[in-house]
């Protein structure tokens, strides 16, 4: 199957090609030209098959065989070797927990999928150089990213973040690896590390040096198992004989990649009624559904990190794959909260649920609530664990919040951080003169 640059349909590129590379060379975003749509029998059968088999059997179906079919079974059932549980709450509706992985973010599955895919192809291929990976995070996509690709051979990982705006937990996590990972602090915001990183694709110089790729939701490789949760949560809701005709997704949003990956689940035959889209101050898809107009702004901080973000890098894809902004606002409704509204939500949902939410999933459960209608079902998407927020969500509630053993592990460790200022030459200097590059092993 072929992927067409959303800058430019004309442009197309192999599945490989897409991975490896990240972004199109126009600086365009990979959609499949062709998404099959799965078969009703399999929609109703899904209930009866594990999370890893309906992940298995989705993925074949979505990439067409692109990747053999053996490879593909052990990427993907390693890449979701772990449950996510689909909680009733006492309003009668769900939270789908995708915190679940290694890092405890529901980023770990998508980076782990796209870990070993790249693995896959960087063994096809023992004539390539080095394969490095940057990643700009505002904390859960760095640590994702550097504990799926820890330690693999031929590849180095670049974390850039924004100096003061990672919590020690989360900076911990990628920052206390080493090896074949490297944590950048940048003297600026998270828009800023991701121009750094988009800037690095586009340098002709980096690219001829160095062999690049993206580890961002940009990457394609990220988006297609992301569709998995969609689907495993209506397969769990049709295993529990509940009725499913009106169903809906709240989604927190940031860069827009897990929203990319429920429209294409719905494109590929998932019966979602529609999808609420969630942000937090830094709302600048909430704006364009309001008005139709998509203009970035500076990024504002607030106590959900994750979704600090004011220039969603996958906003061409949800235009690509609805068409208009007509569309859009039939498929989607958006909401977005402050601070303040987040920190009652939270207070709410532990107060009347019994329930702890982190500041990401907490704007997607309030948002649920005012906007489902009478006869409707409703999953929110919790993305992170609250204990990767532990201070805050202490403050909040008043109350001590357990660090899990997968977090633990992580906060003893030594720092090993590389400091730099905000400027794209400084960045590439580092590149290219391997002041941050640790040599990789071959695969010889």
Same mark, same amino acid.
């Given at each position: 199957m072929r992927y067409y640059s959303t800058s430019n349909p004309?442009?197309?590129? /192999? +599945?490989?090609?897409? =991975?490896? *590379?990240g972004l199109a060379p126009d600086g365009g975003l990979y959609l499949p030209e062709d998404l099959p749509r799965l078969p009703k029998a399999f929609l109703h059968?899904?209930?009866q098959m594990t999370m890893q088999e309906m992940a298995y059997a989705i993925a074949a179906y979505a990439l067409k065989g692109d990747v053999p079919t053996d490879v593909l079974h052990d990427i993907v059932f390693d890449a979701l070797d772990f449950e996510i549980p689909l909680v009733k709450t006492a309003k009668g509706n769900y939270i789908l927990e995708l915190f679940h992985?290694?890092?405890?973010?529901?980023k770990d599955v998508g980076t782990r999928f796209m870990a070993r895919l790249l693995k896959y192809y960087r063994m096809r291929h023992p004539e390539w150089? /080095? +394969?490095?990976?940057? =990643?700009? *995070?505002?904390?859960d996509t760095g640590s994702a990213v550097a504990n799926s690709f820890w330690k693999m051979p031929g590849v180095n990982v670049y974390v850039l973040y924004p100096r003061g705006a990672v919590g020690v937990i989360q900076r911990s996590q990628f920052a206390s690896l080493g090896g074949n990972v490297t944590a950048i602090e940048v003297n600026g915001s998270f828009d800023d590390c991701k121009t750094l990183v988009e800037r690095a694709f586009m340098d002709e110089d980096l690219n001829y040096n160095m062999r690049l790729t993206s580890a961002m939701s940009i990457n394609y490789a990220r988006i297609i198992p992301q569709m998995f949760y969609y689907f495993w949560a209506y397969a769990q809701l049709v295993k529990q004989q509940v009725k499913t005709d009106n169903l809906v997704f709240a989604v927190p949003c940031s860069n827009l990649g897990n929203l990319a990956s429920g429209l294409l689940a719905q494109q590929m035959g998932l019966p979602v009624k529609r999808f609420v889209s969630v942000e937090n101050q830094n709302n600048i898809f909430y704006n364009y559904v309001k008005t139709g107009v998509f203009t970035p702004k500076p990024t504002q901080y607030s106590i959900a990190p994750a979704l600090d973000?004011?220039?969603?890098?996958?906003?061409?894809?949800?235009?690509?794959?609805?068409?208009?902004?007509?569309?859009?606002?039939?498929?989607?409704?958006?909401?977005?909260?402050?601070?303040?509204?987040i920190i009652e939500t939270i207070k709410q949902a532990y107060r009347d649920d019994n329930y702890l939410l982190d500041p990401h999933s907490a704007v997607a459960y309030r948002a649920l609530q005012e906007d489902l209608q009478p006869g409707e079902i409703g999953v929110t998407l919790a993305t992170a664990h609250p204990a990767k927020l532990k201070t805050l969500m202490e403050r909040i509630i008043d109350e001590p919040v357990p660090?899990?053993?997968?977090?633990?592990?992580?906060?003893?460790?030594?720092?090993?951080?590389?400091?730099?200022?905000?400027?794209?030459?400084?960045?590439?200097r580092l590149l290219l003169e391997g002041h941050l590059a640790i040599p990789a092993q071959s695969f010889a």
């Open positions: 004309q442009h197309t590129a /192999t +599945l490989e090609q897409a =991975v490896t *590379t059968n899904m209930s992985g290694p890092t405890m973010a529901f150089r /080095t +394969l490095n990976v940057l =990643v700009p *995070t505002s904390g973000a004011g220039c969603p890098n996958n906003f061409e894809r949800v235009l690509g794959l609805m068409g208009n902004h007509k569309n859009i606002c039939r498929n989607i409704h958006a909401y977005s909260y402050n601070d303040t509204q660090l899990p053993d997968k977090l633990k592990k992580f906060v003893n460790g030594e720092m090993h951080i590389v400091k730099m200022p905000n400027g794209f030459t400084a960045f590439k």
